[in-house]
């Protein structure tokens, strides 16, 4: 067990929709990460908070969105969905060396099954 | 620009085989280097992970040597176990603080 959660676990959902997907970092953990995991694209970065705010951003598409609250668990926004957004997202959480600095050591979540019919 | 290369699989051996999936990187500057680790239907999981050049990380009987002149990071395992089964990815980490991962590489070992 990581110590990072996310919930749901599974999602089924028509296109054009719109879904939250929720993750808690390991206790004390300041940075979460979000990654999309799908057959053809392999595992793809979307985005990075850093105790609150955007920190990087990878191959998000516009019409999803992320943010990390003050209790520090993010929420991963996806709209107007599309058949392609079928995947697997998962959350990681990491605590920097350096606040602010190069982070290290990322802990993975369970993962959502993400599911667009 | 910033990218991970590793063997396509999946890869198949008999127990007590030994392993080599191999892991090449195009990146500016000096990145971190990771293999992470994917069970079934769990997320993953941080194996090795070397920070500098000539760096060895090791862990569970694999490892991973950053050969900075070659641009690789090679997972070897003497005599893999049926518990070794499971996706491998080769990430790393630049000094933008992002990370890349490889396509992963699926791992089968059979009795």
């Known amino acids: 067990d990581s110590g990072v959660t996310q919930t749901p676990k599974h999602l089924i959902t028509a296109t054009g929709q719109r879904v939250t997907l929720r993750c808690s970092p390991r206790s004390g953990d300041l940075s979460v990460y979000w990654y999309q995991q799908s057959l053809d694209q392999g595992l793809q970065f979307l985005i990075q908070y850093y105790n609150g705010e955007e920190r990087a951003k990878g191959n998000i598409l516009e019409r999803f969105s992320a943010q990390q609250f003050p209790d520090l668990h993010s929420e991963l926004n996806l709209s107007s969905l599309e058949l392609g957004d079928s995947a697997l997202y998962f959350c990681?959480?990491?605590?920097?060396?350096?606040?602010?600095?190069?982070?290290?050591?990322?802990?993975f979540g369970p993962g959502t099954r993400l599911t667009v019919l | 620009g910033n990218s991970v290369t590793q063997m396509e699989g999946p890869v198949t051996l008999s127990e007590e085989a030994f392993l080599t999936i191999n892991c090449t990187y195009t990146?500016?500057?000096?990145?971190?280097l990771f293999w992470y680790v994917q069970y079934p239907g769990e997320g993953l999981q941080l194996l090795l992970k070397?920070?500098?050049?000539?760096d060895k990380g090791s862990n569970k009987g694999f490892e991973a040597t950053y050969r900075k002149e070659t641009t690789s990071f090679h997972l070897e395992k003497g005599s893999v176990q049926v518990s070794d089964s499971a996706v491998y990815f080769c990430?790393?980490?630049?000094?933008?603080?992002?990370?890349?991962f490889g396509t992963g590489t699926s791992l089968t070992v059979i009795p």
């Open positions: 990681a959480s990491s605590y920097p060396r350096v606040a602010g600095g190069i982070t290290d050591t990322q802990y």
């Open positions: 990146a500016t500057g000096y990145p971190s």
């Open positions: 990430a790393l980490l630049n000094t933008g603080n992002q990370f890349y």
């Open positions: 070397a920070t500098k050049a000539d």
